[in-house]
């Protein structure tokens, strides 16, 4: 009994040991980020509201971001090496010029030197990519609900073919409804030098307002086990 109660104990100190140093790791090694906005719903801030109780994917136009709350917090990865192995869908923390003071979050749709098209008409939404052997575009199935894809706002200019430059990524916001998503269908191609990071994970829940800093970001952090996205 005293052999099966040791076993025990030192499994939960080894447990602990090892919780340990992946919390202090993520906290040296990640950078945290949080997502006030509807451009992600449902992926990300798929339970935040509205201080009227609304949740934001149901919201029909862009809230005022003090009217958000109990919004998602994550980690992302901003060493070069990660930006550098960015691949298709990974979620990303970017901006779309270099004198921009916010970030956005968006999904990789495109990668460097591709060519593709994204079809608005029969097909709503589908992304189709071209095969560099047989030189034929590809339909690429996107990790998300059909209707999230296909009932999103595309343009003809997303339908016309076009060329990445090798340093360029185009990014889409998961809800692709009219209006939600400020993103590449609009905006274009970002360049490489624009990402700040690769989001990794959701690890809490915050809420938004004016911290002991008097900066205006989230409060309040509740944490809870990790969501690896």
Known sequence: MKKVINIIIGFVLVTAVVLSGLLLFNK??????????QSMYPTLNGEAKYSNGT?????????????IYDVDYGMMDEHQKAIDNIKRFDIV?????SSQA???????LALPGET??????????????????SQKFELIEQPLDKSLVANGEYFD??????????????????????????DSRKVGP????????VAKYICGKAKIGINDQGIYGP???????PRFI
Do not use: M
């Open 219 to 225: 409060v309040d952090i509740k944490y809870h086990f």
């Open 102 to 108: 916010s970030y956005n979050i968006k999904r990789v």
């Open 93 to 97: 923390i970017c901006k779309y010029n």
């Open 28 to 37: 040296f090694y990640y950078t945290p980020f949080w997502v006030n906005g």
């Open 190 to 197: 970002i360049t490489k030098d624009l990402i700040l990071g």
């Open 55 to 67: 949740l934001i994917g149901e919201y029909n136009s862009h809230g005022e971001e003090t009217n």
């Open 116 to 133: 593709f098209y994204i079809n608005n008409t029969d097909n709503n939404g589908s992304l189709y990519v071209l095969n560099d052997k």
């Open 157 to 182: 200019t997303n339908a016309t073919a076009k060329t990445l430059k090798e340093n360029e990524y185009f990014v889409v916001g998961d809800n692709r409804k009219h209006g939600l998503s400020y």
